[in-house]
């Protein structure tokens, strides 16, 4: 009987003991396993650091670049391209005019009326429609006579439709890609991008093509003005508020343009006249300099791209690109734990992760995450994600974020600087930096990343204000428009009409 007891107390005591170090042996890898991804997420906070001293060097090198790009041809990164856009709209223009937007989600068809008194509901009509995918990579021809047909379409039904051949119209066209302007009205393509592949396009004057495709529908239609996006909503930003210096796209892709003095544009001295100033389209995207806070994800990212060592600044910032390092920082997680559970193929297909959905991640407001579970099952096919690892998951898209809106708050002031706008000029005779005169500035912002991304915006105004101190940055006024890369191209038809 005795030894019947003991015999089970061993028993016992023995699986216990087992069990023991089971739960203990769990224990210990789930913290390591807890470790490694922690680890990932300080590597990835470490590699993004945006702090105000990194921020402040990013500002130097835009301005130094910018100086660079305008004293000689290649000269920089950045192109800083000529538009010959020597007057923005001031309100006093008057009449109808039309504007052909090409280069964003949607290709759009616009009508302005103005009255000749500046309004702040600019009375306009837009229609979109996307682009059919095989005129995107077929001819010349093809994609203007289908550009050309969307406006007589539109034209055809103002009143009666009898109207298409009445007196000239005048019309600015948005072309968002790379152009080197020859006048306000013509330029030739430089490069596609944006998934456009036209050959016969590259090197011909894109404003040209269109007339002639105008003129083959039997259109009354001049392009009187041939514009970048940045530069149309520079141009509309201006007619509401004649203190804005600058624009900036901050949407699928990002770019810059902003008014500078023909006497700084050095590359180009002779040709122009050397007073007044003139919009330089800066095509930022492409910025790059050794202070930007680059991680393995971004160098992977920019390797397996279709244009590699091209646009760094752009994949830094823009809608493009944000979800898909966010994918690639979960994916690299996966590979270190299996807090995810098993490793999802979807985690490695490239821009699986689209922005908008990456900010509805970030920007969960549930108490369990319901939203970021939900976006992680849909788009990766991976269920059942732990509170944890979810709250991981918004703090990686927090990180990218917000060093995606502290580099463009950077490349902002970047352009303050150049033009002299940042306040760290004019200090005389001992004042604080406080009393100095600072002139009121407005930056015109455009694109759906800053305009629906709250997050983005809020960290965008946040470093903003961090860079140039409460005093100066309240001075400077970043304005959203809507459609104004499309209504100031029409403004400028209005500006350089015959
Ligand atoms: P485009 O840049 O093509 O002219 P938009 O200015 O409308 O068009 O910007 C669209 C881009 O903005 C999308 O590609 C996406 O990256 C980003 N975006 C749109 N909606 C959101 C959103 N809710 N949150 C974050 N980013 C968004
Ligand atoms: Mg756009």
Redesign the pocket.
């Known amino acids: 009987m005795g030894r019947v007891v003991v015999g089970v107390a061993v028993t016992v005591a023995v699986a216990t003991c087992a069990v023991a170090a089971l739960v203990v042996g769990r224990r210990v890898r789930s913290r390591r396993k807890w470790k490694r991804v922690a680890n990932v997420v300080r590597e990835l906070e470490e590699g993004c650091d945006t702090r105000v001293g990194r921020l402040r060097q990013v500002v130097d090198a835009m301005a130094v670049e910018m100086h660079a790009g305008l004293a000689s041809e290649g000269g920089s990164k950045l192109k800083m391209l000529l538009t010959f856009v020597d007057k923005l709209p001031n309100g006093t223009e008057r009449g109808t005019y039309y504007a052909l937007h090409l280069?964003?989600?949607n290709f759009r068809v616009l009508r302005v009326q103005l009255s000749g008194q500046p309004s702040s509901d600019l009375e306009h009509e837009v229609e979109r429609q996307p682009i059919p995918e095989n005129v995107m990579t077929s001819t010349s021809q093809d994609l203007f006579d289908f550009i050309a047909s969307s406006l007589k379409d539109f034209i055809a039904k103002e009143g009666d439709g009898s109207n298409i051949s009445k007196d000239t119209r005048e019309l600015g066209f948005t072309f968002?890609f790379p152009v080197k302007q020859m006048s306000v009205s013509s330029g030739i393509l430089i490069k596609w991008t944006k998934g456009f592949s036209i050959v016969d396009m590259v090197g011909r004057d894109v404003a040209a093509c269109l007339q002639e495709a105008l003129t083959r529908k039997g259109l009354h239609v001049r392009v009187a003005a041939l514009v970048n996006?940045t530069v149309g909503t520079l141009a509309v930003g201006h007619y509401h508020d004649p203190d804005t210096v600058a624009a900036i796209?901050i949407?699928?892709?990002t770019n810059a343009c902003y008014l500078e003095r023909v006497d700084a544009i050095i590359k180009c001295q002779g040709l122009l006249m050397t007073s007044g100033r003139m919009v330089v389209n800066m095509e930022w995207g492409n910025f790059w300099s050794s202070h930007l806070p680059r991680t393995s994800y971004d160098i992977d990212l920019d390797a397996e791209s279709p244009n590699p060592n091209d646009q760094g600044f752009e994949k830094m910032i823009?809608?493009?690109y944000?979800g898909d390092i966010v994918r690639r920082v979960i994916l690299r997680m996966t590979l270190e734990s299996d807090i995810f559970g098993p490793i999802s193929p979807k985690l490695s297909m490239p821009f699986i992760l689209?922005?908008?959905l990456?900010?509805?991640m970030h920007e969960d407001n549930s108490p369990d995450l319901r939203e970021v579970a939900r976006i992680l099952n849909d788009i990766f096919e991976i269920p059942d994600v732990p509170l944890k690892a979810r709250k991981i998951v918004v703090k990686v898209c927090d990180v990218v974020t917000r060093r995606a809106a502290r580099l463009a708050a950077a490349g902002i002031v970047g352009i303050l600087k150049k033009i002299g706008r940042d306040g760290s000029g004019g200090i005389t005779g001992g004042r604080s930096r406080s009393d100095m005169k600072m002139k009121r500035t407005v930056v015109a912002i455009?694109?759906?990343?800053y305009?629906?991304?709250t997050l983005?915006r809020e960290y965008l105004r946040e470093a903003l204000n961090e860079i140039l101190g409460e005093d100066i940055a309240k001075h400077v006024i970043l304005k959203v428009t809507q459609d104004g890369?499309g209504i100031g191209a029409a403004l400028l038809a209005a500006s350089y009409s015959s």
């Open positions: 280069g964003g989600t968002s996006d796209i949407g699928t892709g823009s809608g493009m944000l689209r922005t908008p990456m900010a509805a455009e694109g759906g990343l305009s629906k991304y983005f890369s």
